[in-house]
């Protein structure tokens, strides 16, 4: 279980898509794209921008468009938006968008309450999505949901969750990334879902996407690292709660990932500071504290 | 502590500090009685073993000033331990009065730390926590040794994993059943502890050894599954 861990890892910053949907305050174009292009300093080398999605099912993305046109794209960094249908991808590359996802789920309940239809038929939506991406050589990410447990069914079971990741990695995914949504998993569960999943889709092929509900993110990513995963996604500052517990931590924050794999002499490329004041200003301008540890001590010493 | 399959002890043995050094830590002064309820609602939990509280002088460490009274005050269930901080021989003497079974004692791999905490160096700790060991064992008194800065010191910065292991050994030849090793400031990362814990368990035997991590940077959980794996 301890081997080697990879020398590099690649973090995947989900903050201003993943991290703002789940904050209560709508916040002004403006300081979306500030964030972005704050994030865009620091050397992450991906940045969910957002999400191609009806404003109507969620109003903090409805500026989706201003945004993929209003920030600086650097050169080597991918800024993936979320585009849930056909319409969504359309929409996604005329404002520029050069990567999209995906996102399904290893749970049936999860996907009705969700998106209002089965795995099948989201996956059967995702198809068009994918179709088109190919024509237009535009790379797709494909997310997983509830791989730890469901907010709704409760248990998942791991060969639910390498089915669902092995059909998105056949239609297209470059890459899937396995959500812990509610943050329920342990770093027992973390090695025994993975070690079902890599016997379906290659390790190098996979992500982890952990959030720390019950404190146990940091844990769980150590454990997929030992398991040979080198994709972590991660929020600037922790930003998103968990939309199904009230008061309850969301998103794993970038800050304290970072930190983790600094002290373990993995290469991220990211700049430990930099990313903090992305964080500071991030918080300031939510009126929030940050939910980073690592920010908290350093605002002490 | 046989590893299971998946490499794992089938059973950890959780200390819990909460008593002393949680509250020793809050700004707000917790009155006795609820210093007591505290620690017989942890009695019923299913803990082991409960840190209850630290006969230094009420000088220094004002929350801990109702020493002898939640000593006398709490239940004590059978098979849960209840040990107490002594700092040196007269803080032993005090606490073996009022009815302690156990104490602890509190080294540091750090001189400025030593020097800022307690007013003196490594070794002139080590020589007062001689005093206490050496009574504690014409009265079977078991004492548990504590290793502050195992990870990083406040002042000095990084530690080398060497002076850990030194002062942990001179904790263990002198009698103390268990070193704590602690991450004082919470700066520690799984690699740190594993080179840290690699160092000491050439010294002293993995049994004997537990981990006071500190989650500042919110890497305790990684550092103990860490600690936990070796």
Avoid at chain 1, 11 to 36: A, F, H, M, S, Y
Avoid at chain 1, 44 to 53: K, Q, R
Avoid at chain 2, 34 to 50: P, V
Avoid at chain 2, 60 to 73: I, L, S, T, Y
Wanted: aromatic fraction near 6%.
């Amino acid at each position: 279980a301890s081997g080697a861990y990879p020398k590099r890892v690649k973090v995947v910053e989900v903050g201003p898509r993943d991290g703002l949907q789940n904050e209560k305050n709508v916040v002004p174009t403006p300081v979306k794209i500030n964030l972005i292009n704050m994030l865009s300093e620091t050397g992450l080398p991906v940045i969910e921008a957002t999400s191609f999605v009806s404003p109507k099912w969620v109003p903090q993305m409805a500026d989706h468009t201003e945004v993929m046109q209003g920030i600086n794209k650097l050169p080597g960094i991918s800024y993936p938006v979320l585009t849930p249908n056909l319409k969504g991808f359309q929409a996604a590359v005329a404002a520029g968008a050069k990567e999209v996802s995906i996102f399904g789920a290893a749970s049936e309940l999860f996907t009705k309450k969700n998106i209002n239809c089965s795995i099948e038929e989201s996956l059967e939506r995702f198809d068009e999505v994918m179709r088109a991406a190919r024509e237009a050589s535009i790379p797709v990410r494909g997310y997983v949901s509830c791989v730890l447990g469901c907010p709704y069914e409760g248990k998942i079971s791991a060969a639910k969750v390498a089915e669902v990741s092995k059909k998105m990695y056949s239609m297209g995914c470059y890459e899937i990334s396995l959500g812990d949504t509610i943050g329920v998993g342990t770093p027992g569960s973390m090695k025994e879902m993975l070690a079902v999943v890599m016997k379906e889709v290659p390790v190098g092929a996979l992500a982890v996407h952990c959030h720390d509900t019950y404190g146990q993110a940091l844990a769980n990513i150590l454990v997929a690292l030992q398991m040979g995963v080198s994709v972590v996604d991660a929020s600037v500052a922790g930003l998103g709660g968990c939309p199904y517990a009230q008061g309850a931590s969301g998103n794993v924050a970038t800050e304290d990932l970072v930190y983790m794999l600094n002290g373990l002499g993995i290469h991220t490329g990211v700049d430990l500071q930099k990313l903090m004041d992305t964080g500071t200003f991030i918080c300031n301008a939510l009126n929030r504290r940050t939910n980073s540890k690592v920010s908290q001590a350093s605002c002490r010493l | 502590q046989e590893p299971q399959a998946s490499g794992l002890p089938e059973y950890i043995k959780i200390v819990e500090v909460g008593p002393r050094d949680g509250l020793q830590n809050e700004k707000v002064i917790v009155p006795t009685d609820i210093k007591i309820e505290l620690i017989n609602q942890l009695s019923k939990t299913g803990l082991s073993a409960i840190e209850v509280t630290s006969f230094v002088s009420s000088k220094w460490v004002p929350q801990m000033a109702d020493h002898k009274e939640v000593m006398r005050g709490i239940e004590r269930h059978p098979g849960v331990q209840y040990p107490v901080l002594t700092p040196n021989l007269q803080g032993f003497q005090s606490a073996i009065a009022a009815g302690a079974t156990e104490v602890s004692v509190f080294g540091a791999a750090s001189e400025t730390f030593s020097k800022m905490n307690i007013n003196c160096s490594i070794e002139e700790s080590i020589e007062k926590f001689e005093e206490v060991t050496k009574s504690a064992r014409n009265m079977n008194i078991p004492v548990r040794g504590y290793v502050s800065c195992a990870l990083g010191c406040p002042y000095e910065g990084n530690i080398v994993p060497e002076k850990v292991a030194e002062v942990s050994k001179r904790l263990y030849s002198m009698g103390c059943y268990e070193i704590s090793l602690g991450d004082t400031i919470g700066v520690g990362t799984p690699g740190s502890m594993k080179k840290m814990l690699e160092a000491v368990m050439k010294e002293i035997p993995l049994s004997a050894l537990a981990v006071h991590c500190h989650d500042t940077y919110g890497q305790a959980l990684a550092n103990i599954l860490t600690a936990i794996q070796v």
